[in-house]
């Protein structure tokens, strides 16, 4: 049995198993919501603080092969490691380097719709994937740019037919995994068996766990979007 006594023990926990999917496909569906800079404005929100926090968390995760393999993929632990068993080494931008790019994110038409009421992207529950290599630990919010399309990025643009594409606000940590993939480091949501299993009131759940997993929520980034 396993007691969590904080938001943060569990964040800790289900980061080695949860990611954020990408919504990544080209249509003639774009944003037009418009923001104007400064950029700064959330430079110290919690939100952007979080991003940091959660890219340290990453970074500090040992890097290794296991004995773990999921949908005829290895499970490797921590960041990708070039030479090892992949083509580029993951790099963290630069602020200025991050605050320059127009990101785009590619997603379905329902969240669409949640991305253009809220200006907020929320981290998905895939972690990234570099066949046949799965890395459990890199999840949160994936992002491209306009340059690549959504096949190019893993994605069925049938799927994910809608795309917003947008600027960072300052001090958002960004980690450049392969050409057209980034992520902002975070936490997806808690799985649905795991949820039913704390709102189920039985004495071999602590408390203290229910606590955590139903106050628990996945990473979000707000985002400043662009005009087309």
């Known amino acids: 049995m396993i007691h969590v006594n904080s938001k943060a023990t569990l964040v800790g926990i289900l980061t080695s198993i949860l990611i954020t999917s990408t919504a990544l496909g080209e249509d003639k569906h774009t944003c037009s919501l418009l923001l104007k800079p400064?950029?700064?404005?959330?430079?110290?929100s919690e939100l952007v603080l979080q991003s940091k926090k959660n890219l340290v968390y990453l970074e500090s995760i040992p890097y290794a092969f296991?004995?773990?393999?999921?949908?005829?993929?290895?499970?490797?632990?921590?960041?990708?490691?070039?030479g090892a068993e992949a083509r580029f080494a993951p790099r963290v931008l630069e602020s200025t380097e991050a605050l320059k790019l127009e990101f785009r994110h590619y997603t379905t038409p329902e969240g669409f719709e949640k991305i253009q009421t809220?200006?907020?992207?929320?981290?998905?529950?895939?972690?990234?994937?570099?066949?046949?290599?799965?890395?459990?630990?890199?999840?949160?919010?994936f992002l491209t740019t306009k340059d690549f399309k959504a096949?190019?990025?893993?994605?069925d643009s049938k799927i994910h037919s809608k795309w917003i594409d947008f600027h960072l606000p300052e001090g958002t940590a960004v980690v450049w995994l392969e050409p057209?993939?980034?992520?902002?480091?975070?936490?997806?949501?808690?799985?649905?068996?795991?949820?039913?299993?704390?709102?189920t009131k039985t004495e071999a759940t602590p408390q203290s766990l229910k606590i955590s997993i139903l106050g628990y929520s996945p990473t979000e980034i707000p985002i400043l979007p662009l005009p087309r």
Do not use: C, M, Q
């Open 38 to 44: 400064p950029f700064s404005a959330w430079a110290d």
């Open 180 to 199: 057209g993939i980034y992520v902002i480091p975070g936490t997806g949501p808690v799985p649905e068996w795991i949820l039913n299993s704390a709102k």
């Open 118 to 141: 809220r200006k907020r992207l929320v981290a998905g529950p895939v972690p990234y994937v570099n066949s046949p290599y799965v890395y459990p630990d890199v999840t949160g919010v």
């Open 151 to 155: 096949e190019a990025v893993g994605l």
């Open 66 to 82: 296991t004995d773990l393999h999921v949908n005829n993929r290895i499970v490797i632990r921590g960041l990708p490691k070039a």
